[in-house]
């Protein structure tokens, strides 16, 4: 017990730099015109899919679209999609999409559409200026409805209902499957041929899809890998200096944005330390009390303004702005600036020959006995590419900025299953984990690298997953104590009963506090505590536990796509913020068990109250042990409905019930009779 209280203190005062003193930015787009309109930089955006069944391509098309029509100059802006499900579907949609661009583009600079994902923008019931908007209006949305259904149909029917539209289809034959196919490279949109302008008569930005080649022989290193191919694909392409990267399901909510990230990194005084400007991921299909804590308010508003201090945020994956050179490898030097502002035009030529040639670039083999993966690109062999790639920059002396505007600059899709995120949780503090073992480590190779200030808030994600121990321990051994009658904590009339009192009642207000001046309900911050609970009990359990198996060389990396879709009925009962469980997951067996075995302890003392002691005794003697596992009980309420009353398919599997009963009440029998 004494040693999970240290962990609690010690995990406590890591969590404070980041709260020390927060940052926050403003731009003022307006001057960067003024004073380079002219001169903007490239851009090149990457999105990154993977499979068609979790991401569909309905919704990595309208990701693409919202990209594709930032408030930029076209001639300036190439859009890059890598499907590393290497999907004619995904294809399919993607010519679809560069079509239907010719209208949306257009469309949206005249009306100055927000957003300008035609789905959202479609939902968000738009405004309507005047007579010829209404004629306009009606036309884009019926053209938005063809596609849609274009693209929902080829889904539905699993295949392409005329291969002839495009010379890419040849690239899929009947031998080539998602694991196993060639380098598939397709500029659909070529923006240095004068001919590609959409309806209005304006250039066209660049369109490429990209399947790197996939081997079964090959590992492909996940996300990482299907960034360095972009990375190089690109540089022979358009080769824009500022590379934006999001996920497939974060689409661009404001066409201001890629205006706002250059306006830190062309900044004349500071720009220059800046290698990447990293926006927050906010969700919006979250509900008002936010069941599953998906938007991580403290990390978003707070954790991360502090970290923005001592150099920056991490990289989080999508809705981030790099310098292409950084990105790729470029060492960091005091006096080096990079000019964004001076560009290599690339000549296309012939777009075939091109496509033939840059092929080579995302070959399996190409990587071999190179440094990508290493010192050059997306660093390979960690699930959580995003963070070790982040920092592995800021040791190098490189600093970030977290720019965090009203309007969310990218909304995504957050998972809606219990089981999804217990899922995602694992692969993000596994990877956390395993970047403090690393050779990155926060810990010894950030010192005197990065500052102790930041090193502390990686601290915060890189320990998450260890916090389990503690956790665990202290759900399971004061309530089994409670049960027998043993007290652990001191009692009620003791002095050392106060610096226990202090800290359970601080640490709640605090962070209530913290959560609803975050913008959060009362409500979302109770559910937070039961994710809190969740995540620490399976979630980094599990992790915990995979790395050490790692280590010991008997796991390999793993990288589950966090799924973007649910069924009907699933997705009803999480508008109404019902728990989502229905499938037999270990992680459901490990919290129900700790569930019912505080259910069990509550109520097995209660029931000896009478016989044995008086209410009033047991409240002198072990009032924290009651509170603990009351709380775990109050808390774990919506649980027990799943497990005993619910009788929707959302409710817990009968098998994984049994089983945590059985479990539950072996822990409490053994308990009393052994010890
Ligand atoms: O083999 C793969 C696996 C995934 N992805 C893409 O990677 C992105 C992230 O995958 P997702 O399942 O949505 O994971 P999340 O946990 O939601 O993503 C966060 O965490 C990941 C690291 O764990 C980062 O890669 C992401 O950028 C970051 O948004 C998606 O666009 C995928 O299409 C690939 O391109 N290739
Ligand atoms: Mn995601």
Redesign the pocket.
């Known amino acids: 017990m004494f040693g999970a209280e240290i962990w609690f203190g010690l995990y406590w005062f890591i969590t404070q730099s980041v709260r020390w003193s927060l940052v926050y930015r403003r731009t003022f787009t307006d001057r960067l015109s003024r004073r380079f309109e002219n001169e903007l930089p490239k851009v090149d955006i990457f999105v990154?899919?993977?499979d068609p069944a979790v991401?569909p391509p309905i919704m990595v098309i309208n990701t693409v679209l919202s990209v594709m029509a930032y408030d930029y100059p076209t001639e300036k802006l190439s859009v890059y999609l890598?499907d590393?499900g290497g999907s004619e579907l995904t294809f399919h949609a993607l010519l679809q999409a560069s079509y239907f661009s010719k209208h949306w583009l257009p469309y949206c600079k005249k009306y100055e559409v927000e957003p300008r994902s035609p789905a959202a923008y479609f939902e968000s019931d738009p405004r309507i200026l005047d007579a010829t908007h209404t004629k306009d209006f009606a036309s884009i949305k019926k053209l938005y409805e063809q596609l849609e259904n274009k693209v929902l149909l080829a889904n539905k029917l699993g295949q392409i209902p005329d291969k002839s539209e495009h010379k890419g289809f040849a690239m899929w034959d009947s031998s080539s499957s998602r694991g196993n196919h060639d380098a598939i490279l397709q500029i659909l949109v070529n923006g240095s041929d004068p001919e590609a302008r959409d309806v209005a008569g304006c250039k066209l930005p660049t369109l490429v899809y990209l399947a790197r080649e996939k081997r079964p022989e090959h590992f492909?290193n996940?996300?990482a890998g299907?960034m360095n191919a972009l990375i190089r694909v690109s540089s022979e392409i358009s080769n824009g200096p500022v590379i934006l990267n999001v996920?497939?399901?974060m689409y661009s909510n404001d066409s201001q944005s890629i205006r706002d990230a250059l306006c830190f990194l062309m900044d004349e005084e500071k720009g220059h330390e800046f290698a990447y400007v990293q926006f927050p991921?906010i969700f919006k299909n979250i509900t008002k009390n936010d069941l599953y804590a998906n938007s991580m308010t403290a990390g978003r508003e707070v954790e991360f303004h502090g970290l923005d201090a001592f150099g920056g945020p991490p990289y989080?994956?999508?809705g981030c702005f790099h310098r292409r050179e950084i990105l790729s490898g470029r060492k960091y030097s005091k006096c080096y600036k990079i000019d964004l502002k001076t560009q290599n035009e690339c000549k296309m030529g012939n777009v075939h020959e091109l496509e033939e040639r840059l092929k080579s670039l995302a070959s399996c083999t190409y990587e071999q006995n190179t440094e990508w993966g290493h010192e050059m690109g997306l660093k390979y062999g960690c699930?959580?590419?995003?963070v070790i790639t982040g920092l592995s920059i800021q040791c190098q002396g490189w600093k970030s900025v977290y720019p965090n505007p009203e309007r969310p600059a990218f909304l995504g899709v957050a998972g809606t299953t219990l089981d999804q995120i217990l899922v995602?949780q694992k692969?993000?503090s596994e990877?956390d984990l395993q970047i403090l073992l690393s050779k990155y480590s926060p810990a010894w190779y950030g010192l005197g690298r990065i500052h102790i200030g930041l090193t502390m808030g990686y601290l915060i994600y890189c320990l998450w997953s260890p916090n389990c121990v503690a956790v665990l321990y202290y759900s399971i051994i004061p309530s089994l104590h409670l049960l027998k009658g043993i007290p652990l904590f001191p009692q009620v009339s003791s002095v050392w009963f106060l610096p226990f009192a202090y800290v359970i009642i601080a640490e709640h207000i605090y962070s209530a506090a913290e959560f609803l001046l975050s913008g959060g309900t009362f409500l979302g911050w109770w559910n937070e505590q039961r994710m809190w609970l969740y995540k620490r009990t399976s979630s980094y359990l599990l992790a915990f536990v995979d790395t050490i198996l790692k280590l010991l060389g008997f796991s390999d990396v793993k990288?589950v796509?966090?799924s973007k879709v649910s069924d009907e009925d699933a997705s009803k009962r999480y508008g109404e913020e019902i728990l989502e469980f229905g499938t037999t997951s270990p992680m459901f067996i490990i919290i129900s068990t700790l569930a019912l075995l505080n259910l069990f302890c509550l109520t097995g003392i209660l029931m000896k109250l009478k016989a044995n002691f008086s209410l009033s005794f047991l409240w002198e003697t072990m009032a924290l042990q009651i509170l603990l596992c009351g709380a775990f009980v109050v808390i774990n309420l919506p649980l027990f409905d799943a497990l005993f009353f619910r009788k929707d398919n959302g409710r817990m599997p009968s098998s994984v019930t049994s089983k945590s009963v059985f479990l539950a009440l072996l822990a409490c029998t053994s308990f009393t009779l052994l010890y």
Do not use: L, M, N, Y
Not at 383 to 386: I, K, Y
């Open positions: 990154c899919t993977a991401e890598s590393d492909h996940f996300k299907a996920d497939c399901d991921q989080i994956g999508s699930p959580v590419e995003d995602q692969r993000w990877g990288f796509i966090s």
